[in-house]
């Protein structure tokens, strides 16, 4: 089957394809794509000329692989595929299945014969162990799961059905998620049990094995609560406060500690407050933000959507998807949805709602923080809304259609 082409992280990764010099690690919440990234990449190494014996795939959770769990066998499996001269490009999925890997990667890339691409568990690649293994020789390229546009791409792209309507096709977008899978099925109680055999998969292979759980259910307890309150300001405290309440007593350091499972296993994307006047992050109280809206919603059998945490989720991902820096701000009283900072180091000012047209109290709500920014970054109130109003320089555009169009902010 031919693969649809996330052009979003393609085109930051293209400029490194012949880099023998620095390893390539793609990361993201499992199911998000990675492994179809790769196959991508070798397919337009492919196009572009590359010899068929210079690419040597391995995916290690493959049937014929699972028996390379060390160095020794890996370096023999690479041996046996190298046939040829001049620059090889090494792509390996599922790379933490081996141990030590690092040492072996860090020698082929020392050779200067590799251009080398990997991809594994985010709870191991982020720990800080490869970064200290591989000496700060590699680049981390990270992936989510579908945006809306690709969402809609992608449908497009193998025949799925869209809506000609797309409020409807977001509403879509947000009940069924935007892991690519899910794309093939038809029935949405099928996508969302696809979704929660994903949480399954993530607890059993990235959680357990790094994180110690005395107890499954308390775990399950935090992990609920803070993805059922995604989007909302919180602290440690606040949600020992609110499981208290439900009569389950958990310790802040329990607490702490599976939450940094949750971010470190790429469900959760903490973003912190941002205090406009003393230019200083603020402690304590944070939003979190899900990788995928069907964590929320496969777990859930509620399937009304709360658009206010909802649209701000999805601006948010689109956004770090974009490699933007993601802030909540606070300036004196008010509070901005987000601030942002792109690869230029250029920042943007973001407001996010369902409608500004509901009344002139709601659009002077959010046109507020903003009117108070004084600096001359850009501004946006980003809603559903197709009537577009212009207020003192400040855009505001149609969120669908500005994902759609591909633009940053």
């Not at 690479?78 to 690092?102: C, H, M, S, W």
């Not at 020698?107 to 991809?119: A, K, M």
């Not at 909802?310 to 974009?322: M, R």
């Amino acid at each position: 089957m031919e693969l649809y082409r996330r052009e979003n992280y393609l085109r930051k990764i293209r400029g490194f394809y012949h880099a023998d010099d620095i390893i390539k690690v793609i990361t993201g919440v499992r199911r998000c794509g990675k492994s179809s990234l790769m196959q991508t990449i070798a397919q337009e190494l492919r196009e572009s000329g590359v010899k068929e014996e210079n690419i040597i795939y391995l995916d290690l959770d493959q049937k014929g692989n699972r028996s390379i769990t060390t160095i020794e066998a890996l370096e023999a499996k690479i041996d046996e595929l190298n046939t040829a001269g001049g620059l090889k490009y090494l792509f390996i999925d599922e790379i933490q299945n081996v141990k030590d890997f690092e040492v072996l990667i860090n020698e082929y890339r020392s050779s200067g014969d590799w251009s080398i691409f990997l991809t594994g568990s985010n709870s191991y690649l982020l720990s800080g162990e490869l970064i200290t293994k591989l000496t700060g020789r590699y680049l981390e390229f990270e992936m989510f799961p579908l945006s809306y546009d690709e969402y809609e791409n992608m449908k497009a792209f193998y025949n799925k059905p869209i809506h000609h309507e797309s409020i409807i096709e977001l509403r879509n977008y947000i009940l069924e998620s935007g892991f690519p899978r899910t794309i093939f099925f038809d029935d949405i109680a099928d996508k969302q049990t696809y979704v929660q055999g994903v949480i399954n998969e993530i607890f059993e292979k990235d959680i357990r094995k790094r994180v110690k759980i005395r107890k499954k259910e308390t775990f399950e307890l935090v992990r609920r609560y803070v993805i059922n309150n995604f989007g909302a300001t919180t602290s440690i405290n606040n949600i020992c406060e609110g499981l208290k309440k439900g009569g389950n007593n958990i310790s802040k350091m329990a607490v702490s500690r599976y939450i940094k499972a949750l971010v470190d296993a790429k469900i959760l994307y903490p973003c912190d407050r941002f205090d406009m006047k003393s230019k200083k992050m603020l402690s304590g109280e944070k939003k979190y933000y899900l990788s995928d809206l069907g964590f929320y919603y496969a777990d859930n059998t509620n399937n009304e959507i709360n658009f206010g945490p909802v649209l701000e989720n999805i601006v948010y991902t689109y956004a770090k998807a974009q490699d933007c820096s993601v802030s909540v701000g606070r300036i004196g009283k008010l509070e901005c949805d987000f601030i942002m900072r792109n690869r230029e180091q250029n920042y943007a000012y973001v407001q996010v709602a369902y409608t500004i047209l509901s009344s002139k109290e709601t659009e002077n709500r959010e046109y507020r923080s903003l009117e108070s920014i004084r600096d001359n970054y850009p501004r946006y109130v980003v809603t559903t809304d197709f009537l577009i109003q212009k207020r003192n320089g400040i855009s505001h555009v149609n969120m669908m259609e500005f994902m759609k169009a591909g633009k940053e902010f």
